[in-house]
């Protein structure tokens, strides 16, 4: 499977104790290296692949892996224009190309309502609030429905 946007590798490892083939990705070599770091003090580092890159042009074959996981991902993505939100399609899009026939895309993010109310430093950054809400995944029935019709294609 592949751990899209892995971070420090939390979730990494706890599939990684499940599954022998997790691909921990992400764009931040720190992160990637923190990751390693963790998987291999906890003895896993036989099922763990670690390999840096953009969400949006994923340096992977199509039909590679059976599960794609966004893990509180999808959020930071800049949306690409006034539109919607191009950068999460695209990221999907991207994840359907890799996943095989059948594959499963598993996607937690945060509500708008979450980011809305959800973050203690709001009050330092005036900005911060704005700029986060543009980044999560609409709530209108267009975005909805292309989401939707995105993770039917994908799975
Ligand atoms: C909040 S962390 C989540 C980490 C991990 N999935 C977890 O749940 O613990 C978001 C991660 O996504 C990565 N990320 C954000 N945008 C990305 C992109 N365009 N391409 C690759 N990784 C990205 C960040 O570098 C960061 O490590």
Known sequence: ?????????NYTIELARHMAHVT???????????ARVKV???GLGQNVEFRSGQLLDLPFAAADFDMVMFNQVLH???????????NHLHAINEAARVLRRGGVVLI????????????????LAPNAR???LERTIGSSAFMKTKLTCYLAFAV
């Open 1 to 9: 499977m592949l751990d899209a946007g892995c971070g420090t590798g």
């Open 24 to 34: 921990a990705f992400d764009m931040n070599d720190a992160m990637l290296g923190e």
């Open 40 to 42: 291999h003090a906890a």
């Open 76 to 86: 930071h993505l800049e949306p690409l224009n006034e539109v919607g939100f191009n």
């Open 108 to 123: 937690n993010t945060c509500s708008k309502a979450q980011i809305a109310d959800g973050y203690w430093y709001y009050s």
């Open 130 to 132: 704005s700029r986060c």
